[in-house]
C-alpha cells in the first residue's frame, strides 16, 4: 500500500470547472472519504486519482511517484464501482479472477488469491455459484472481491453501496471498515452520505462545488466546522443557525441575539459590527421551564431513544432540539431554551466562514495549513 498525495489539482470541462486547486495526503493505510452533495467534484477527483479522467492542472502522486498523466492501467489501483459490473455470464469465482486472468498470471496463483479474497468476504461457499441470481449484498462482495484479488497499492470506491436498500447499507459499513483494517489498505472512498463517511472514515474532505471546504476527522468536522456549508451538510438534524447584527470584543464571552444575551466561546480576535450566525446543535439546545428565551412547540418526532422538538422562537426563527424521550412536550406548549453555550459555533453571515472562537481555531486554520503545506 502507499500514500496518495493531491497537489493544486484542477479539473475543467469547457466553461464549466468541476475541481478548483484540491490539496490534501491520504496517509499510508488510511480510510479517506471524500463527501458532499450531487456535483460537487468529488467523483470527479477520484476519477482522476485513478487516470480515469486526466486534470487540467496539478499533480498526483502514488506514493513517491508522480502519476498525473500515466494511464490507469499502469496506476495499480483497484477501483469499484456503484453498479457492480460483474460478468452476468460467468461465476463468481470467474469474475473474481478474471483481473488476473487478463494480466497473465499463472493459474495456481489465481486460485490461491481468488481463495484468499473469498474467506476474506465470507463468499468462499458461493464461488460456482452464478453472479445472476445473488443478493445486492453478495454481488457487492464480489466486486469487492475482484478489486482484492489485484492485491493494489490503493482502493478506490465511488459509491459502492448507492445501491444497496438501508439495512444491507449499515451492514455492508461495517464490513468494509473491518475488511479495510484487515487489509491495512489505502481507501479512498466518494459518498454523499454523511452517516456512511462518519461511521467509516479516518479522514473526511468535504467538498461543495469544487472546492474542499473542511478536511478533518470526523470528529473535527462534526464539532468544528469550517464554514455554514460544512455544519449543515453534517449532522441529523443539522445545526441550526440564528442570525444576530453586532459587533464583538476580543474575548467576548456572550453574543446579543435580539434583546436576549446567550453564551459562546470566547472570541479570538475583534469582530467588527456586522451579520452574524449562532450556531448550535439540536443536541445542544435543553428545555427549560423558567428560561428567558421563551418558544412554542410546533413539532414533536418520537424517534425511539430520542425527541426531535420543533420550536418556534421569540426570535422569529425556528430551532430544532434533540432531546431525551422522557422529556415532555406537546404542540402548542410555551418552553424556555438554554444553549450549550461551550459548544456554540459562530459564523460570518456574509462570507459563510466561521469566526475564531476558543474553540473554532483548528478548524479555520484547517484550509490554510493545507495550503502552507503545499506551498
Known sequence: MAAIRIQNLCKAFA????????????????????????????????????????????????????????????????FVFQMFALYPHMSVRQNMAFPLVSQGMPRAEIEERVAQAANILHISHLLKRSVSGLTSGDRQRVALGRAIVRQPMAFMMDEPLGALDAEFRELMCQELRGLHDRLNATTVYVTHDQREAMSMADKIAIMNQGVIEQLGTPQEIYERPASVFVADFMGSPAMNFIPAHTALAQGATSINLGSFAVGMPAVRDEVSHRPLLYGVRPEHIRLSGDAPLRAEVVGVEYLGNCQIITLNTALNCVVRAKVDVNVKATRGDQVGLEFDSTEVSLFDQTSGRAIGTARDDLAINAVGTRKAAYG
Open 15 to 78: 466553461d464549466f470547472t468541476a475541481v478548483k486547486d484540491s490539496s490534501f495526503v491520504v496517509n499510508d493505510g488510511e480510510f479517506f472519504c471524500l463527501l458532499g452533495p450531487s456535483g460537487c467534484g468529488k467523483t470527479t477527483t477520484l476519477r482522476m486519482i485513478a487516470g480515469l479522467e486526466l486534470p487540467t492542472s496539478g499533480q498526483i502522486f502514488l506514493g513517491n511517484e508522480d502519476v498525473t498523466f500515466k494511464r490507469a492501467s499502469a496506476r495499480d489501483i483497484a
